[in-house]
């Protein structure tokens, strides 16, 4: 039998310091650490940290009374306040009843319905800061369809090849059945 040779160099470094490393830890040891990494990665993001620094800073919002040249004709009709009206702003890209006629919300589901697990998104304008934000449309689901309030705004929609932009389809995917009943527009955030 031959007997153990330490090599030189960084062969021979690193494979002392590994032989040490085995040596001195056990495999529960080092699994129980493992573990503890993987239970504890999750919660780095919830951790606290200064957010201001870390956000990009975002281009000043025109003047109030400035009249931007490229707006679509929904973002030219859009208003911010009646939600039950087709051309209220987050409604941009919306197809179907509004919950807001429906017992809902805006970005809530009427009692004895159920959310869509997925959504189709949008950008709308809101005309009050002149900013663009992304919209998530999520369609209720589990009873008859609402029939009040029905819109199919087009802007920002996209052909069946581009899915998460189609409002064509019915979003009831994962829900307990695929009735529709209407939809809402979450606001997710300021669009880039």
């Given at each position: 039998m031959a007997e153990f040779q330490a090599s030189t160099g960084i062969d021979g470094w690193s494979e002392r310091l590994v032989r040490r490393l085995a040596g001195g830890t056990s495999r529960r040891g080092v699994l129980s650490k493992l573990g503890l990494a993987i239970v504890a990665a999750p919660v780095f993001p919830l951790l606290p940290i200064e957010r201001a620094k870390a956000q990009t800073p975002q281009a000043p919002a025109p003047a109030p009374g400035t009249v931007l040249p490229d707006l679509t004709d929904f973002q030219k009709k859009a208003q911010t306040k009646e939600d039950t009206e087709c051309n209220y702003w987050r409604y941009c890209a919306i197809d179907g009843s509004l919950c807001t006629c429906c017992g809902g919300g805006v970005?809530?589901?009427?009692?004895?319905?159920?959310?869509?697990?997925?959504?189709?998104?949008?950008?709308?304008?809101?005309?009050?800061?002149?900013?663009?934000?992304?919209?998530?449309?999520?369609?209720?689901?589990?009873?008859?369809?609402?029939?009040?309030?029905?819109?199919?705004?087009?802007?920002?929609?996209?052909?069946?090849?581009?899915?998460?932009?189609?409002?064509?389809?019915?979003?009831?995917?994962?829900?307990?059945?695929?009735?529709?009943?209407?939809?809402?527009?979450?606001?997710v955030g300021v669009a880039s």
């Open positions: 970005h809530t589901c009427p009692a004895g319905t159920q959310p869509s697990l997925t959504s189709w998104v949008g950008t709308c304008y809101n005309p009050d800061d002149k900013r663009n934000y992304l919209i998530a449309y999520r369609d209720c689901c589990g009873t008859s369809g609402c029939g009040q309030c029905g819109c199919d705004n087009t802007e920002e929609a996209m052909p069946t090849y581009r899915p998460q932009g189609n409002n064509e389809i019915i979003w009831c995917f994962g829900t307990s059945s695929m009735a529709y009943h209407c939809s809402t527009a979450a606001l």
